[in-house]
């Protein structure tokens, strides 16, 4: 089993709607999580990063964790063609002193793609 | 104009040949991370370099060898012993492993292996 599990997709929605993306997780110490946009054959694009549980909102962006359920989300409202690209969960374990171990775990990423 | 360059963007190589991915960062990060994207798949860590002068093997190391002698530079070679080198190579960086933890991305290269 993954450490990190993320559906592929692919997803496709129309213009407006608004999207749900999901990771789950196995390992209860992980503890910094982000999410990651990708456009075709370029690098990731950090979007979001919260170490809480709880909701964190920007712009059309949220991202939510759920820590006792292992279960992360990134929810987009208003959906635009240009949102279409792979999103990709990632999360880090911390060691008793705060340093990361310099290790991102990541999910395998969902495919998104928003016709008009 | 601070960011991660990675070169070349594409890259081409026949088989038995080793060939160096360059990595440079003007952002004065510690940390430097190299990871292989393979289609439909998540990242995977190769090295990464928390400090000039050293470095830790990643999840799948081997047929991979790295250098960080300066701050700004974290070059990949992928040698003849790496069994399966076609993929995107992405290198990262992050301010220190202190925190905060996100990594920013260069724009990858994409080697092809014949």
């Known amino acids: 089993q993954k450490e990190v599990e993320q559906d592929p997709g692919p997803l496709s929605v129309p213009e407006g709607a608004i999207v749900s993306l999901n990771c789950t997780y196995s390992n209860s110490a992980f503890q910094y999580f982000m999410w990651y946009r990708q456009y075709s054959r370029k690098g990731p694009e950090l979007l979001m990063y919260t170490y809480s549980s709880g909701n964190k909102e920007d712009g059309r962006f949220t991202a939510q964790v759920d820590k006792s359920s292992k279960y992360i989300s990134l929810f987009i409202r208003d959906s635009q063609p240009s949102d279409s690209a792979t999103y990709l969960c990632?999360?880090?374990?911390?060691?008793?002193?705060?340093?990361?171990?310099?290790?991102?775990?990541f999910g395998q990423g969902t495919i998104l793609t928003v016709h008009p | 104009d601070g960011g991660i360059t990675q070169s070349p963007k594409y890259l081409f190589r026949k088989e038995g040949q080793n060939v160096t991915l360059s990595c440079e960062q003007n952002?004065?990060?510690?940390?430097m991370y190299w990871y292989r994207q393979d289609p439909g798949q998540g990242l995977r860590l190769i090295y990464y370099?928390?400090?000039?002068?050293?470095?830790q093997k990643g999840d799948i190391a081997e047929g991979y060898s790295v250098s960080r002698e300066k701050k700004e530079s974290f070059p990949l070679t992928v040698t003849s012993a790496q069994k399966n080198p076609t993929a995107f190579y992405l290198c990262?960086?992050?301010?220190?492993?202190?925190?905060?933890?996100?990594?920013?991305f260069g724009p990858g290269t994409r080697l092809t292996v014949t």
């Open positions: 990262a960086s992050s301010i220190a492993p202190t925190g905060p933890y996100e990594q920013y």
């Open positions: 990632a999360m880090t374990l911390l060691d008793p002193g705060g340093t990361s171990y310099g290790k991102l775990t």
């Open positions: 370099s928390q400090i000039v002068n050293d470095f």
């Open positions: 952002l004065n990060h510690d940390a």
